[in-house]
């Protein structure tokens, strides 16, 4: 079967740096995505990953090892503004997208 | 501005009456996709669309429908809807330059009852 696991629940404080990390089991892959949700919104689009290594956006970088089917989205210098859900989703084949089950992350001030 | 409308936002029916959930993008998008959220499940694929008239199953296709006629519009329908099926259901939009970038609709959280 297909799976994607990630940690259900993260609390940091602000100013500080958290790793969402993401391991996943899937019958193709093109790519690593992570997507942002707050409460009661639509996810949005934070990052990518389709070879190895870090790409980093702003305050958040995501990281991708094909051989250990792994990868992490890393947010630095958190803000209150970043409590939020955050799913990371495979790119399976075609638009074929396999979603994690997401992390509820809660920054406190 | 750039966006994906859903409509309704909000749904309440009862068990075996047809709807249809409208989707449309106004980013001439190639592809658009159906996901259904449920909590602690993250979303799951339904549909998804690569082309006009090109649909394919998602990961949970079973009492859905859609159609693919026109290049900005996705609906997805349901013929005849089960309690099973109440859920927060989004469409997303993506362009074929970067097929990794979906952009989401609002929702739309519909009740079977």
């Known amino acids: 079967g297909q799976s994607l696991e990630q940690p259900s629940e993260v609390t940091a404080v602000e100013g500080a740096i958290v790793q969402i990390n993401c391991t996943y089991q899937?019958?193709?892959?093109?790519?690593l995505s992570w997507y942002q949700q707050h409460d009661g919104g639509a996810p949005t689009f934070l990052s990518y990953n389709a070879l190895d290594g870090l790409e980093e956006t702003g305050r958040f970088s995501s990281f991708l090892s094909r051989s250990d089917s792994y990868g992490y989205l890393l947010l630095q210098e958190l803000q209150m503004k970043d409590s939020a859900s955050y799913f990371c989703?495979?790119?399976?084949?075609?638009?074929?997208?396999?979603f994690g089950p997401g992390t509820r992350l809660s920054v406190l001030p | 501005e750039a966006q994906v409308t859903q409509n309704p936002r909000y749904l309440i029916t009862v068990t075996g009456k047809k709807l249809t959930v409208t989707c449309s993008q106004n980013m001439n998008h190639e592809y658009m996709s159906w996901y259904r959220q449920d909590p602690g499940l993250g979303l799951r694929q339904i549909y998804y669309?690569?082309?006009?008239?090109?649909?394919d199953k998602g990961d949970v296709p079973e009492g859905y429908k859609v159609s693919r006629k026109e290049k900005r519009n996705f609906p997805l329908i349901l013929e005849s809807p089960s309690p099973n099926q109440t859920s927060l259901y989004f469409c997303?939009?993506?362009?074929?330059?970067?097929?990794?970038?979906?952009?989401f609709g609002p929702g739309t959280r519909l009740t079977v009852t």
């Open positions: 899937t019958s193709g892959f093109y790519g």
């Open positions: 669309s690569m082309n006009v008239e090109v649909t």
């Open positions: 997303a939009s993506t362009s074929g330059s970067h097929p990794y970038e979906q952009y």
């Open positions: 989703a495979v790119t399976n084949y075609g638009q074929n997208f396999v």
